[in-house]
Nanobody, 121 residues
Framework: VQLQESGGGSVQSGGSLRLSCKASGYSYNKYTMGWFRQSPGKEREGVAIIDRGGRTTYADSVKGRFTISRDNAKNTLYLQMNSLKPDDTALYSC????????????????WGQGTQVTVSS
């Protein structure tokens, strides 16, 4: 199982980015997928989860601004991030697992290396 994120970068407050996570080596459409983020000195935080049926869960801090989606034909997970804020600055990682829609990193057994998102004020 391999997960590779892309799409991170530096943007100004109010800007947008779309993260992608390409999966390989397993039956992608059978897994629940998620995005997590971690900034220096803080614990890893669940951002958004999508199960294999397309149901989603979001952290309160990103509701209405971020959208998680998946393309099973392309084995790719996405995170569309709009109205970005400096507090969104973090290393964003995608993960795969068989858990429910809880924003719990312990439910996910496979992780990518992460892509950095930096939002300046």
């Amino acid at each position: 199982v391999q997960l590779q994120e892309s799409g991170g970068g530096s943007v100004q407050s109010g800007g947008s980015l779309r993260l992608s996570c390409k999966a390989s080596g397993y039956s992608y459409n059978k897994y629940t997928m998620g995005w997590f983020r971690q900034s220096p000195g803080k614990e890893r935080e669940g951002v958004a989860i999508i199960d294999r049926g397309g149901r989603t869960t979001y952290a309160d801090s990103v509701k209405g601004r971020f959208t998680i989606s998946r393309d099973n034909a392309k084995n790719t997970l996405y995170l569309q991030m709009n109205s970005l804020k400096p507090d969104d600055t973090a290393l964003y990682s995608c993960a795969a697992g068989f858990g429910s829609l809880r924003l719990q990193s312990s439910d996910f057994g496979y992780w990518g290396q992460g892509t950095q998102v930096t939002v300046s004020s």
